[in-house]
T-cell receptor
């Protein structure tokens, strides 16, 4: 079983609120990722990190920001939530090279 | 750039039917190939993988063979069960790449 955890699992929040989605892994993986998954199932990469103090924007433009101060922790922050941010957010990590990624259980965010 | 194309769904089968979900890829290097499965309300789990041409990945009765000549990695199972109902993602990762490239997902429903 993968040791990668996301909190909260579900979140309902009002428009304009600031929120942080947490993601932690205990596997010592350097590479970490945030995906947004739309109702049509497709995964969109929104942020990734090669290691501590390294962050990059992904393929899908996002109003969120990330930080990587510690290897095991990769939180995602929305400064001002909007209904268009309603989605499932998945965090993943992997060693690197061509290794597989391990996924957390996801956070389902609803902005009302 | 690298890409993955997989069979569009949804796919609906009766229990004990034979399953094939097609996946083809485009890559400049020699990628590793993966199949992930996502059960309702969960994150993605690795189902199987293959790291070089002619390798066969297998797990839980599912199989897929890395075919370099046809750039394919089709998922098969001889006799599906209701519990196999889920969304299946084909993916690739090149050792020189920072990301994993996912297909758009195929929803599978099995009727009792």
């Amino acid at each position: 079983e993968a040791d990668i955890y996301q909190t909260p699992r579900y979140l309902v929040i009002g428009t304009g609120k600031k929120i942080t989605l947490e993601c932690s892994q205990t596997m010592g993986h350097d590479k970490m990722y945030w995906y947004q998954q739309d109702p049509g199932m497709e995964l969109h990469l929104i942020h990734y990190s090669y290691g501590v103090n390294s962050t990059e924007k992904g393929d899908l433009s996002s109003e969120s920001t990330v930080s990587r101060i510690r290897t095991e922790h990769f939180p995602l922050t929305l400064e001002s939530a909007r209904p268009s941010h309603t989605s499932q957010y998945l965090c993943a990590s992997r060693i690197g090279g061509s290794a597989e990624a391990f996924f957390g259980q996801g956070t389902r965010l609803t902005v009302v | 750039g690298d890409s993955v194309t997989q069979m569009e769904g949804p796919v609906t089968l009766s229990e004990e039917a034979f399953l094939t979900i097609n996946c083809t890829y485009t890559a400049t290097g020699y990628p590793s190939l993966f199949w992930y499965v996502q059960y309702p309300g969960e994150g993605l789990q690795l189902l199987l993988k293959a790291t070089k041409a002619d390798d066969k990945g297998s797990n839980k009765g599912f199989e897929a063979t890395y075919r370099k000549e046809t750039t394919s990695f089709h998922l098969e199972k001889g006799s599906v069960q209701v519990s196999d109902s889920a969304v299946y993602f084909c993916a690739l990762s090149d050792s020189s790449a920072s990301k994993i490239i996912f297909g758009s997902g195929t929803r599978l429903s099995i009727r009792p």
